[in-house]
């Protein structure tokens, strides 16, 4: 999955700056607490077998079903929720304001 992301995610411009994106030398994200630094609350540990069952991966039926779905990634956005009365123009306004290119 990493080698998918890695794939349509490397050298794409967002708000004006070039993504780079490669593989972490590192196998697994270690905790603040575990380097000696304070707790940030920016960095969560979601590998308990309490959140399992918010992985989409955690049988093999489930991987193999789901990577049946993955897709390349495409241009089209599909938004939802907007306020009635908007028209395409606001919302690339919108999209425009925050400094990405429609």
Do not use: W
């Amino acid at each position: 999955f990493a080698c998918i992301a890695r794939d349509h995610l490397d050298q794409v411009t967002l708000r004006g700056e070039k993504l780079v994106v490669t593989f972490s030398k590192y196998d697994r994200i270690r905790m603040p607490h575990e380097i000696g630094l304070p707790q940030d609350g920016n960095t969560k540990d979601f590998s308990g077998r309490e959140y399992d069952k918010f992985k989409r991966y955690r049988t093999e039926d489930l991987k193999k079903n789901n990577m049946r779905k993955i897709i390349e990634p495409s241009s089209t956005l599909h938004i939802s929720g907007l306020q009635s009365g908007k028209s395409p123009n606001d919302v690339k306004r919108l999209f425009e304001s925050a400094g990405l290119a429609v």
